[in-house]
């Protein structure tokens, strides 16, 4: 089997995706450092997506920026999709680690970035007229990253077909549990806050009186 650098590990595994995170997996590749920075990009990208699309498309963005959505449209949902997958996989006699679902999905996630990226450009040299060229780029790139997902989840814990899309559609479900869960804690904390802010503004009142 081949003896590829880390960065070649990378291409490896975006161009083969019927083997190779199949091959990274005997041949124990992945970096836990280049899933990070893909995450990163993953970020910078769901911003871009969101903020720096040309005027001709009609993007409409507020006057003020608020980093929160984004991190939660992207680092939070990583991590959810990680830890969602490891926690039901383990239940299901998955053979993956944490470690490596992260590098993994992180892996899958490139071809998906990288088409919103080219897009945000070309939105600044193409017409509405020719808005199919960014269709097709988002389609070739979202199947692309949902194909090498399939094939990490799968080889990651040796999973059959059938037990892999189980696995997944169980994982989204942990996700969106974990995700409500996630809005009702700020929530509370929210209403907290209020509270002690509340009794804190009565007691400053009346010292003051």
């Given at each position: ?26 041949k ?28 001709q ?76 060229f ?33 696995a ?11 995700l ?12 907290v ?17």
């Amino acid at each position: 089997m081949m003896d590829l650098t880390q960065r070649e590990w990378v291409k490896h595994a975006i161009t083969h995706p019927a083997e190779g995170f199949e091959d990274m997996r005997w041949k124990k590749a992945g970096s836990l450092k280049i899933a990070f920075f893909i995450v990163f990009l993953l970020f910078l990208a769901v911003i871009a997506d969101g903020r720096l699309y040309g005027f001709q498309f009609g993007v409409t963005y507020d006057k003020t920026f608020n980093i929160i959505p984004y991190i939660v449209k992207s680092i939070v949902l990583f991590a959810a999709w990680v830890v969602g997958n490891w926690s039901i996989c383990t239940l299901l006699d998955g053979e993956g680690t944490a470690k490596n679902i992260c590098i993994y999905s992180a892996y899958a996630l490139i071809p998906y970035i990288a088409q919103i990226f080219i897009n945000v450009i070309l939105s600044h040299f193409l017409v509405q007229d020719e808005v199919v060229f960014m269709n097709a780029i988002r389609i070739i790139g979202v199947g692309w990253s949902a194909i090498l997902l399939f094939s990490a989840i799968k080889s990651v814990h040796q999973y059959s077909f059938g037990k892999t899309i189980f696995a997944i559609i169980l994982t989204i479900v942990a996700m969106l549990i974990m995700l409500f869960l996630l809005v009702l804690f700020m929530s509370l904390v929210q209403q907290v806050y209020i509270f002690i802010s509340t009794i804190y503004t009565e007691i400053s009142y009346r010292i003051r009186v």
